[in-house]
């Protein structure tokens, strides 16, 4: 079978999840997974992942912040990272790391590393929402220290409770939990190339000499054909409809792992250092997604029933009223917005809003009244506390709060 590559690596130079951020649509959550989850980070503190005695301490400068972390982290051992206490510092800022700065460094890394533009990754075929290992990376000046690192950065995000604001395509949630390919994993990355399989898949082809078909494939790379057997002697290997599920396997891993095996493999190496591959075994591709990346779609509802009020706030007061009028108007960008503020981090997790953590475990988002009616909002990010003072009316209320996330982006908070 011959392919054709375009080698086109994406579009570039565009911010990745910028003011168009993307509401993904995933499937539900089993109903067990949260159990098992208590016992994944169970297991993880038993063996002393993440408590210590030592930190990792990560001192990064806001315009540096992907050179700052890949300096850090690749100089760290495997017994650093794996029972480091992860402390992240911003230069210059005041805030304490109970959890907020680490949240945001998260996310302000995933925005650079993960960025098509940087060149690592590309996206998917079919949407600008979701990426993959990219072809082009290993013109990147140290590529395979580049993967490595991101492999590290799931680990640590894994391990400290706190999510990537990345979507990737599912194949490749699969290749890190080194989980085996399947045809539908081709549909999104290449959607005729997954039809010309699927009809091998589905019709019998006990003339699969007529079809010309052996254990061997060409492609098209840079003008350049080259041919490349999938077993060994493949080119004298005829497929036929005995041996075509062990052809389909090959040939799908294949053109999965085309061009960026070598980037996959040290990304996976990178994870590992971090984790032990025991203990990750209770994942499959969309809980795993679900647990590094959470959901980027906001459910004002259940985002209501589990906020909490202080000092004086209640569901009923006039104040909280006009703030939820003012949430229904926001898109779901500004909302977004809203939540970075307040947490540190753009996602939700995976349990919705029941599931925030803050430095003491979980929490939930909070609103505590202030009484500074002519302050904006401030927020304590490590305790998911937005600090609400007690407007005059719902349209000062509206203008200040909108200033305050779209405006504010450091941690020189009270």
């Given at each position: 079978m011959s392919y054709?590559?375009?080698?086109d690596p994406g579009p570039q130079g565009l911010t990745m999840l910028n003011s168009n951020i993307v509401q993904r649509s995933l499937p539900p959550i089993r109903r067990d997974l949260r159990t098992r989850?208590?016992?994944?980070?169970?297991?993880?503190?038993?063996?002393?992942?993440?408590?210590?005695?030592?930190?990792?301490?990560?001192?990064?400068?806001?315009?540096h912040v992907l050179?700052?972390?890949?300096?850090?982290?690749?100089?760290?051992?495997?017994?650093?990272?794996?029972?480091?206490?992860?402390?992240?510092?911003?230069?210059?800022?005041?805030?304490?790391?109970?959890?907020?700065?680490?949240?945001?460094f998260f996310h302000l890394l995933s925005r650079e590393l993960f960025n098509p533009s940087f060149g690592l990754f590309e996206y998917s075929a079919d949407d600008i929402h979701t990426i993959q290992p990219s072809p082009q990376s290993a013109f990147v000046d140290g590529f395979i220290d580049w993967f490595r690192f991101a492999g590290r950065i799931f680990g640590?995000?894994?391990i400290h409770r706190y999510l990537l604001d990345v979507s990737f395509v599912r194949h490749f949630y699969k290749s890190l939990l080194r989980l085996p390919p399947a045809l539908n994993d081709l549909e999104s990355l290449d959607n005729e190339f997954h039809q010309s399989l699927e009809w091998i898949c589905d019709n019998d082809i006990s003339t699969g000499a007529d079809l010309g078909l052996t254990f061997c494939v060409t492609e098209n790379l840079l003008g350049k054909v080259v041919e490349r057997e999938l077993k060994a002697d493949g080119s004298n290997i005829a497929v036929t409809e005995n041996n075509k599920r062990e052809y389909l396997a090959r040939l799908i891993k294949w053109r999965?792992?085309?061009?960026?095996?070598?980037?996959?493999?040290?990304?996976?190496?990178?994870?590992?250092?971090?984790?032990?591959?025991?203990?990750?075994?209770?994942?499959?591709?969309?809980?795993?997604?679900?647990?590094?990346?959470?959901?980027?779609?906001?459910?004002?509802?259940?985002?209501?029933?589990?906020?909490?009020?202080?000092?004086?706030?209640?569901?009923?007061h006039q104040v909280i009223i006009w703030f939820w009028?003012?949430?229904?108007?926001?898109?779901?960008?500004?909302?977004?917005?809203?939540?970075?503020?307040?947490?540190?981090?753009?996602?939700?997790?995976?349990?919705?809003?029941?599931?925030?953590?803050?430095?003491?475990?979980?929490?939930?988002?909070?609103?505590?009244?202030?009484?500074?009616?002519?302050?904006?909002?401030?927020?304590?990010?490590?305790?998911?506390?937005?600090?609400?003072?007690?407007?005059?009316?719902?349209?000062?209320?509206?203008?200040?709060?909108?200033?305050?996330?779209?405006?504010?982006?450091?941690?020189?908070?009270?």
């Amino acid at each position: 079978m011959s392919y054709n590559s375009s080698a086109d690596p994406g579009p570039q130079g565009l911010t990745m999840l910028n003011s168009n951020i993307v509401q993904r649509s995933l499937p539900p959550i089993r109903r067990d997974l949260r159990t098992r989850l208590r016992r994944f980070y169970k297991k993880l503190e038993c063996k002393g992942y993440g408590r210590g005695p030592h930190k990792l301490k990560l001192p990064i400068r806001r315009n540096h912040v992907l050179k700052d972390a890949f300096s850090r982290i690749m100089s760290a051992n495997k017994q650093e990272l794996r029972r480091g206490r992860l402390v992240v510092a911003f230069e210059s800022e005041e805030g304490l790391d109970r959890g907020g700065p680490t949240r945001e460094f998260f996310h302000l890394l995933s925005r650079e590393l993960f960025n098509p533009s940087f060149g690592l990754f590309e996206y998917s075929a079919d949407d600008i929402h979701t990426i993959q290992p990219s072809p082009q990376s290993a013109f990147v000046d140290g590529f395979i220290d580049w993967f490595r690192f991101a492999g590290r950065i799931f680990g640590l995000a894994l391990i400290h409770r706190y999510l990537l604001d990345v979507s990737f395509v599912r194949h490749f949630y699969k290749s890190l939990l080194r989980l085996p390919p399947a045809l539908n994993d081709l549909e999104s990355l290449d959607n005729e190339f997954h039809q010309s399989l699927e009809w091998i898949c589905d019709n019998d082809i006990s003339t699969g000499a007529d079809l010309g078909l052996t254990f061997c494939v060409t492609e098209n790379l840079l003008g350049k054909v080259v041919e490349r057997e999938l077993k060994a002697d493949g080119s004298n290997i005829a497929v036929t409809e005995n041996n075509k599920r062990e052809y389909l396997a090959r040939l799908i891993k294949w053109r999965l792992e085309r061009g960026v095996h070598e980037q996959t493999e040290s990304l996976v190496r990178g994870f590992y250092e971090v984790i032990d591959s025991r203990l990750i075994t209770l994942f499959d591709a969309d809980t795993f997604e679900l647990v590094i990346a959470g959901t980027f779609e906001i459910d004002i509802n259940d985002w209501r029933s589990h906020t909490e009020y202080r000092l004086g706030y209640n569901d009923n007061h006039q104040v909280i009223i006009w703030f939820w009028e003012a949430i229904e108007k926001f898109t779901n960008n500004q909302r977004l917005h809203l939540l970075k503020f307040v947490t540190g981090t753009s996602s939700i997790p995976y349990g919705g809003f029941a599931a925030l953590r803050s430095s003491s475990g979980p929490s939930c988002f909070c609103i505590e009244r202030w009484d500074n009616p002519s302050a904006l909002p401030r927020a304590h990010t490590c305790f998911n506390r937005l600090c609400l003072p007690s407007y005059a009316t719902a349209a000062l209320l509206y203008e200040k709060l909108l200033f305050a996330v779209e405006e504010t982006n450091t941690f020189g908070l009270k």
